[in-house]
């Protein structure tokens, strides 16, 4: 077998989110053939694919029509795709902002693990908490009392972010000390919003997750108007109260004054398992759900209550890094939020 018989082999076999074939969309690199075993490295949008093993498959089922006494080395890296190339603010390739409508909803629970689990299957990752008027993201990281370093410079003063767990994270929490409460007017908020993205050494990131506030503020305006944001991920509960709250959150997307792309909805606390193993559906069933059929957006998934979600957060340690069902769960979801953005930045 030769190159020429691989790449055509190869040019048979589609990426099956972006309905093009591995060839054409220069995924397939370092193609070597050393006696019998052939090896080749396929680049993906995202390190977290979760259509890794359906790929492999498929390129060893067309290989195999040519030739099935080789042995095939098929490896994998990736290759984030950025939200807009042009313009892309510092080397930060995709900015997603976690949002809600209601506050305590589990958007920075959502966001921290999201934040780790992107970071497990491989991807630059950052993490920013936006939420200036009630920080808690250096509680669920079990950094509270660890200060940024400042790094002066002739122009402005720069701040380098915490590192825990494998990403990169900051929050006014940590600006500030603790317990004080921040009395702040809307253009001060602002202005430490921009801060955290522009006065940051983030390095090169391919994901950096904003933690907001709860509902409409300053902030959200700032994100949207000075910042390419990739999109946001909308968190609701399911009872009334928060999907008409989140209703309100998707209309602010949905104007042009703070526009920003809706990657999709997860539902939390959707329902608790009991010790016989049943759901029990504590605040009403499919909320989420209808909310994303009315509004024609994507419903990411569902997450249940459960006190080792709390406990992870509480003890700053995000259950993600845990091996258990709801870790399974979190990781699922961080894999489809990675698919939908790397899916939206191809076309
Ligand atoms: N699925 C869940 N199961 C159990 N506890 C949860 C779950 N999701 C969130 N929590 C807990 O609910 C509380 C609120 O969650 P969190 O702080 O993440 O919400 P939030 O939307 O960020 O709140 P705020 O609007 O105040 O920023 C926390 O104590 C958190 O540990
Ligand atoms: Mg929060």
Redesign the pocket.
Known sequence: MNEKQIIKALSKVNDPDLKKDLVSLNMIKNISIDNNVVSFEIVLTTPACPLKEQIKKDCLNELNKINNNLKYNITFSSNVVPFDKKTMIKNIKNIIAIS?GK????????ASNLAVGLSIMGAKTGLIDA?IF?P?IPTMFNCENEQPTIKKTKEKNIIIPIEQYGIKLLSMGLLIPNNKAVVWRGPMASSAMKQLILDVEWGELDYLIV?L??GTSDIHITLSQSFPVTGTVI?TTPQKVSTNDAEKAISMYNQEQTNIPIIGLIE??SYFIDDNNKKNYLFGKDGGKTLCNKFSIDFIGQ?????R??DG??LGYPIILKENKISNIFKTLSQNIARKIAINNSK
């Open positions: 809600s506050g305590g909803v589990g958007k920075s629970t959502i939420d009630g808690s933690d506030p709860p968190i939390n606390m997450i249940p209550i459960d006190k979600i709390s957060s509480d």
